[in-house]
């Protein structure tokens, strides 16, 4: 033999198992090939690293951890997973690809089996290594699927997930436990499957101080309890005896945003829990995202449901009849079902003290008997401070006010306070107290923050209707008391334009001015006395008066026994003169009818004189800043009075100068007066209207017929 040769056995060996391979159909071998080994090893890492991997990759994203600076980390311990993984693959591949070598070895050196259908314990062994991994894959995809592929949402996806597991591993109980940081020392029932009753509740706390579940869930890795007698906390020897558990299986889960979590099983079989440790951690990892999922579609429902409801406040506030009760207490309903709370209440300042307007679960009607100080518990330390208070432990707290609920028979827990701000002022401050479930959030403050604002809008627009109200009834006032100096149709014209055109001192303009005068006042009055003068002159001038405003003319000021109207000011037409002759003209006409009255109720007899002039006259504000006239001064003024003592000799008589007629655009009946004391122009005595019926006709066009209308248009 050579040095660098082989032996014969050697050569034997090899020669055999290149026959092998040659004769590999005739033997029978099963058809588990180095290539379909690898491949479906292949499979199987790639479910055990891609959905760790991917989660791992989509907290980063959800949390904004894929910075500059975490990046080489994220890397550098993604290809040290990968390699790891590809490591042990390497190694199982090595030991399966050995046995498969030393199978087919047995089969050559003892060919005289190839016929017999007894299988090797070799090929057996093979075959349930296959079966095995082909098991696990099954399994694990259908958990996979359920966990990340469910439809389910919320509760039910959970739930669901629990369910299926049952049916994978075949458990007693299984516990999903959440922990909340708020509440250190216990954790909360996310979920549970049991089989049979139980008497457990989603949200119900179990301790786990000095417990084996404080102690796991500070850890990584899953623990495996083969007697619940060694458990340390009697609240989980409880709930593992009743539910006729024998041992346990107690996995930590970590769930997004640095919150943690704990899967609990529980059986009478321990080869249960044995074969359910093998793959709890692809469990507790799928059961992560699905609880981040969730998390994430009960946040997506729960924003939803708050905006809506916001929407529905902002609705009702927008479009109420300002009847502030009933948009309030739908508020406090409102807000009910978006917080969630056990009581609440709405309370407005008033003065220095705050006062209940609205509640729910509580009795109004009790409440408002009680008012808070400012400063005076929490609702008066945010009506003070303006700033929002959110106690989850209000019995420490040094502003909580105990005496309310003594009163009412209630224990407050939690409160989240919040002040309803409008002008940069407090008005009123919305509470929430209690939460039902778990303890009140920042979320919690900033929806009942945004409620606040809306309602503090509403109540200050409801305020600035009431008193919108109030300067419109104001107004009204004094517009019908305006309207009493002024015509209607003068006052809206006065007040439909702007205030600018109103600010102007005086001006100068041409109106028709007339002056009514009592003849024999004097004796009257004396004959009366005061009283029934008063009476007399008011009924005059109300007669008087109503007939100036009818057609459009103002009464400038009373004169003792007399008044001064304008037509013309402050708003002018083309129409002033035949206004103010009009007017004349009908309160010639009232006198006798006026007289009868006054025959009747004092027995005395009334005569006035009536003159009339057109002319120019400086009209505006006259005064000063603490009282203003608006009346007319100017030498027309002046000629009118003179005029007025040519009215003398006519009882009732109407006298006006040449201007007043050339203004008027209706033929006028008049008489010249000769004695007309050195006046420049003519002076005439009225005594109608030239063609009565056409100006009827023209007047009942443009005013409607006036009461008088048969008597003014007859005379001639």
Same mark, same amino acid.
């Given at each position: 033999?050579?040095?660098?040769?082989?032996?014969?056995?050697?050569?034997?060996?090899?020669?055999?198992?290149?026959?092998?391979?040659?004769?590999?159909?005739?033997?029978?071998?099963?058809?588990?090939?180095?290539?379909?080994?690898?491949?479906?090893?292949?499979?199987?890492?790639?479910?055990?690293?891609?959905?760790?991997?991917?989660?791992?990759?989509?907290?980063?994203?959800?949390?904004?951890?894929?910075?500059?600076?975490?990046?080489?980390?994220?890397?550098?311990?993604?290809?040290?997973?990968?390699?790891?993984?590809?490591?042990?693959?390497?190694?199982?591949?090595?030991?399966?690809?050995?046995?498969?070598?030393?199978?087919?070895?047995?089969?050559?050196?003892?060919?005289?089996?190839?016929?017999?259908?007894?299988?090797?314990?070799?090929?057996?062994?093979?075959?349930?290594?296959?079966?095995?991994?082909?098991?696990?894959?099954?399994?694990?995809?259908?958990?996979?699927?359920?966990?990340?592929?469910?439809?389910?949402?919320?509760?039910?996806?959970?739930?669901?997930?629990?369910?299926?597991?049952?049916?994978?591993?075949?458990?007693?109980?299984?516990?999903?436990?959440?922990?909340?940081?708020?509440?250190?020392?216990?954790?909360?029932? +996310?979920?549970?499957? $049991?089989? &049979?009753? %139980? /008497? @457990?509740? !989603?949200?119900?706390?179990?301790?786990?101080?000095?417990?084996?579940?404080?102690?796991?869930?500070?850890?990584?890795?899953?623990?495996?309890?083969?007697?619940?007698?060694?458990?340390?906390?009697?609240?989980?020897?409880?709930?593992?005896?009743?539910?006729?558990?024998?041992?346990?299986?107690?996995?930590?889960?970590?769930?997004?945003?640095?919150? +943690?979590?704990?899967? $609990?099983? &529980?059986? %009478? /079989? @321990?080869? !249960?829990?044995?074969?359910?440790?093998?793959?709890?951690?692809?469990?507790?990892?799928?059961?992560?995202?699905?609880?981040?999922?969730?998390?994430?579609?009960?946040?997506?429902?729960?924003?939803?449901?708050?905006?809506?409801?916001?929407?529905?406040?902002?609705?009702?506030?927008?479009?109420?009849?300002?009847?502030?009760?009933?948009?309030?207490?739908?508020?406090?309903?409102?807000?009910?079902?978006?917080?969630?709370?056990?009581?609440?209440?709405?309370?407005?300042?008033?003065?220095?003290?705050?006062?209940?307007?609205?509640?729910?679960?509580?009795?109004?009607?009790?409440?408002?008997?009680?008012?808070?100080?400012?400063?005076?518990?929490?609702?008066?330390?945010?009506?003070?401070?303006?700033?929002?208070?959110?106690?989850?432990?209000?019995?420490?707290?040094?502003?909580?006010?105990?005496?309310?609920?003594?009163?009412?028979?209630?224990?407050?827990?939690?409160?989240?306070?919040?002040?309803?701000?409008?002008?940069?002022?407090?008005?009123?401050?919305?509470?929430?107290?209690?939460?039902?479930?778990?303890?009140?959030?920042?979320?919690?403050?900033?929806?009942?923050?945004?409620?606040?604002?809306?309602?503090?809008?509403?109540?200050?627009?409801?305020?600035?209707?009431?008193?919108?109200?109030?300067?419109?009834?104001?107004?009204?006032?004094?517009?019908?008391?305006?309207?009493?100096?002024?015509?209607?149709?003068?006052?809206?014209?006065?007040?439909?334009?702007?205030?600018?055109?109103?600010?102007?001192?005086?001006?100068?303009?041409?109106?028709?001015?007339?002056?009514?005068?009592?003849?024999?006042?004097?004796?009257?009055?004396?004959?009366?006395?005061?009283?029934?003068?008063?009476?007399?002159?008011?009924?005059?001038?109300?007669?008087?008066?109503?007939?100036?405003?009818?057609?459009?003319?103002?009464?400038?000021?009373?004169?003792?026994?007399?008044?001064?109207?304008?037509?013309?000011?402050?708003?002018?037409?083309?129409?002033?003169?035949?206004?103010?002759?009009?007017?004349?003209?009908?309160?010639?006409?009232?006198?006798?009818?006026?007289?009868?009255?006054?025959?009747?109720?004092?027995?005395?007899?009334?005569?006035?004189?009536?003159?009339?002039?057109?002319?120019?006259?400086?009209?505006?504000?006259?005064?000063?800043?603490?009282?203003?006239?608006?009346?007319?001064?100017?030498?027309?003024?002046?000629?009118?009075?003179?005029?007025?003592?040519?009215?003398?000799?006519?009882?009732?008589?109407?006298?006006?100068?040449?201007?007043?007629?050339?203004?008027?655009?209706?033929?006028?009946?008049?008489?010249?007066?000769?004695?007309?004391?050195?006046?420049?122009?003519?002076?005439?005595?009225?005594?109608?209207?030239?063609?009565?019926?056409?100006?009827?006709?023209?007047?009942?066009?443009?005013?409607?017929?006036?009461?008088?209308?048969?008597?003014?248009?007859?005379?001639?």
């Amino acid at each position: 033999m050579c040095g660098g040769g082989m032996t014969d056995i050697q050569v034997r060996e090899n020669a055999a198992l290149d026959a092998d391979e040659d004769r590999h159909v005739k033997l029978n071998i099963p058809p588990l090939t180095r290539q379909t080994l690898f491949y479906r090893l292949v499979i199987v890492f790639s479910l055990c690293f891609f959905p760790p991997a991917i989660a791992f990759l989509f907290f980063g994203i959800r949390y904004d951890l894929l910075s500059d600076q975490t990046m080489p980390y994220f890397i550098v311990g993604g290809v040290f997973c990968a390699l790891i993984g590809f490591v042990m693959l390497r190694r199982i591949f090595d030991r399966v690809n050995r046995i498969e070598n030393a199978f087919c070895r047995s089969r050559v050196l003892n060919p005289q089996a190839d016929s017999a259908p007894k299988q090797t314990p070799s090929q057996n062994a093979l075959r349930q290594i296959e079966l095995s991994l082909r098991e696990v894959e099954n399994r694990f995809q259908e958990i996979q699927d359920h966990l990340i592929h469910s439809s389910f949402r919320g509760a039910e996806r959970i739930h669901a997930v629990l369910s299926d597991l049952q049916k994978q591993i075949g458990f007693d109980l299984a516990i999903l436990y959440t922990a909340d940081p708020q509440f250190p020392e216990t954790l909360a029932i +996310k979920d549970f499957w $049991v089989n &049979g009753t %139980s /008497d @457990l509740q !989603v949200g119900l706390r179990h301790s786990i101080v000095g417990s084996t579940m404080e102690k796991i869930l500070r850890q990584t890795s899953p623990v495996l309890i083969k007697q619940i007698q060694h458990l340390k906390g009697d609240v989980e020897q409880r709930i593992f005896t009743g539910h006729k558990c024998s041992a346990c299986l107690m996995a930590p889960i970590h769930i997004g945003g640095g919150e +943690k979590g704990l899967l $609990v099983m &529980g059986a %009478s /079989d @321990l080869a !249960v829990l044995q074969d359910a440790r093998k793959i709890i951690g692809w469990i507790t990892n799928g059961l992560s995202l699905s609880i981040e999922r969730a998390r994430l579609f009960a946040y997506v429902d729960q924003r939803d449901h708050e905006l809506e409801a916001l929407r529905q406040i902002g609705r009702a506030l927008a479009s109420s009849t300002f009847d502030m009760n009933k948009v309030l207490s739908y508020t406090m309903d409102m807000i009910r079902g978006i917080i969630d709370a056990e009581a609440g209440s709405l309370l407005l300042l008033k003065g220095n003290h705050l006062e209940f307007a609205v509640s729910f679960d509580t009795p109004v009607a009790q409440l408002r008997s009680m008012k808070l100080r400012l400063g005076q518990g929490i609702a008066g330390t945010v009506a003070s401070t303006g700033q929002s208070i959110l106690d989850n432990d209000v019995a420490s707290s040094p502003n909580f006010f105990n005496e309310i609920d003594k009163k009412l028979g209630f224990t407050s827990q939690s409160i989240l306070c919040v002040p309803m701000i409008s002008k940069g002022g407090v008005i009123g401050v919305l509470e929430v107290i209690n939460k039902k479930d778990g303890a009140f959030t920042t979320k919690d403050k900033d929806i009942l923050q945004s409620i606040a604002a809306s309602v503090s809008i509403a109540i200050e627009n409801a305020r600035l209707y009431k008193k919108t109200l109030a300067m419109a009834k104001r107004e009204r006032t004094i517009r019908q008391m305006f309207q009493k100096f002024v015509p209607k149709e003068v006052v809206e014209q006065i007040s439909s334009r702007p205030v600018k055109k109103y600010q102007q001192i005086d001006e100068i303009r041409t109106l028709t001015l007339i002056n009514v005068d009592i003849r024999g006042f004097t004796d009257l009055s004396k004959s009366l006395g005061p009283q029934r003068t008063v009476a007399l002159l008011n009924r005059f001038f109300s007669e008087m008066g109503d007939i100036v405003f009818r057609n459009q003319g103002i009464v400038d000021k009373y004169l003792g026994d007399g008044f001064l109207a304008i037509f013309g000011a402050p708003v002018t037409t083309t129409r002033d003169a035949d206004n103010a002759i009009r007017a004349a003209l009908e309160m010639q006409e009232a006198m006798p009818a006026l007289n009868i009255h006054l025959r009747a109720e004092m027995n005395i007899e009334l005569t006035i004189g009536i003159s009339m002039h057109t002319g120019e006259v400086v009209v505006g504000n006259i005064g000063f800043d603490r009282k203003m006239d608006y009346t007319v001064i100017g030498d027309s003024v002046n000629t009118l009075f003179r005029l007025q003592s040519l009215t003398r000799p006519f009882p009732n008589g109407i006298v006006l100068g040449e201007r007043t007629c050339h203004a008027s655009s209706h033929a006028l009946r008049t008489a010249e007066l000769k004695d007309k004391q050195a006046f420049d122009s003519p002076v005439f005595l009225l005594n109608g209207y030239r063609d009565p019926d056409r100006v009827l006709n023209e007047e009942t066009i443009i005013h409607g017929p006036p009461p008088h209308a048969n008597m003014v248009f007859s005379l001639v």
